[in-house]
Every structure is written in structure tokens, then in C-alpha cells.
């Protein structure tokens, strides 16, 4: 399958995601896992048949491991990234999806299911947000930067300003596009591949730099933990890194 294929189904199960949210009317917590909504649960059933039909394995936060894979593609999927933003009515949640191959990363796309905002990226091809090419802002010192977080810093590092907006694969393409200078996992958070790939793949196709910071690889095809860093350059990278008490 070429990557204009793979793109168009990641935009039909997106598409079938928004018509699942659209006709349920209890978005409420689905009384089977702690932090699981009656949304995550009708996103899953929405895409992932489109996943499959297209002969893609996936890995998906609700669903865990399915599908045959013979195509030798996995798409890692978050139905909906930020449901607590979704059941509590903040406007910053989306359908994460990115597509694996022998290589790692090689199509993803999210997409802000309030608003209708798209991030897309092709592995080697730059990335885009509803068509049109973005970059990061270039902010290299700490101390001017306005950095997205995931968890609870032990310590202030010396940030501008922060921001924690509970939605990590947006607020990666936040970095790829310049709003936010840097995105890290802080305290005892972490995420899931489900969490940030995607958005790492938009990142990486705009020269963001990437850490994690146990010095881990972040590119993960099941559900091991890791803490990532993204940030507008490798100098405010490194410098968030070295923050051994964040």
C-alpha cells in the first residue's frame, strides 16, 4: 500500500470516529477501567475496522494488539487522545494514528476532533497542518521557552512559562508548528506509543529534536512505558534533559 493510500484510510477512520462521537450521547466513564469513557470505547469501534479492512495489525490504547498484520504495517492508534478534555467539554482531543513499518514511523496523522484541525506527515516528505507546511519555532534558551508538560515537575527549571493542556499528540504538533517551544514528560507521568507517535513523526519530519529521558527508544510497538521530549531545538532539548529533578 503507498503512503497516499494509507494516509486516506487514516483520514476514513478518523472521519468514522467523528460520526461515532456524533450519534453517542453519554460520554461518560465506561465503568470498565479507571480514566476509560463510553467515547474511547465508541471511537475504538469506529476505526478499527477500517484499520483491519485495510489489512493493517493495530495497536490500540482500548483495544490492545489486533489483526492479522499480514501487510507487515501496524497502526498504533489513540481513538481519542485527551477524552477527559472530550467528556469534560475542552475543546483539545483528538484521533492519533500512526502506521509502523520495518523502518519505524512511516505515516501518521492527528486530528483535533473539536475543532477539525489536521496534522499529517510522510516519513521523508515534511509535515503539514490542513495542507499547508509548518515549522517549529527555533527558541533554543530555556528561559524564553514555553514548554508543554505531562505530569508535575519537582522543580521549577527555569521555563518561561508552561503549559499542561492533557493531550499529548496534540500538543507534539503544538512543537512541530511553533506554538509551544518544547513538550516533556515531567514527575512520575509517562506516555504510550499510542500517545505520541504520531505526533513524533510530525515532529520529526519538521527538524524538531527528540529525547527520552531514560535515554530510551521511543519508537515502541506495544505497551511499554516511556517518557519523551520534544522541543523546537537540540540545544533546549538537551537542556530539558539534563533536568534530572523534572
Known sequence: M??????????????AVRGA????????????????????LAA?????????????AVLSEES???GDGGSGLLAVIDPIDGSTNAHRGVPFYSTSICVLDGD??????????????RYAAVRGEGAEKDGRAIAPSGCEELGAAIVGISGFPGHHPGWAQYR???????????????????YVVV??????????????????????A??????????????????????????LADRLAGEEAL
Open 187 to 208: 514527575g512520575r507521568s509517562t506516555l504510550y506509543s499510542w500517545d505520541y507517535l504520531a505526533g513524533l513523526l510530525i515532529c520529526r519530519e519538521v527538524g524538531v
Open 210 to 235: 527528540e529525547s527520552e529521558r531514560d535515554w530510551r527508544d521511543l519508537v515502541v510497538r506495544d505497551a511499554s512505558p516511556r517518557r519523551p521530549i520534544v522541543a523546537a531545538t537540540g540545544r
Open 64 to 66: 490492545g494488539m489486533t
Open 44 to 56: 475504538d469501534g469506529a476505526a478499527l475496522p477500517i484499520l483491519h479492512g485495510a489489512g493493517l
Open 164 to 182: 499542561a493542556l492533557g493531550a499529548a499528540s496534540l500538543e507534539c504538533c503544538a512543537v512541530a508548528e511553533g506554538v509551544l517551544d518544547a
Open 2 to 15: 503507498d503512503d497516499v493510500r494509507l494516509l486516506e484510510v487514516l483520514d476514513e477512520a478518523v472521519g
Open 104 to 117: 519505524g514511523p512511516r505515516v501518521g496523522v492527528v486530528t483535533n476532533q473539536a475543532s477539525g484541525v
Open 21 to 40: 462521537l456524533d450519534v453517542l450521547e453519554d460520554w461518560g466513564p465506561s465503568g470498565k477501567k479507571p480514566g476509560q469513557y463510553r467515547l474511547d
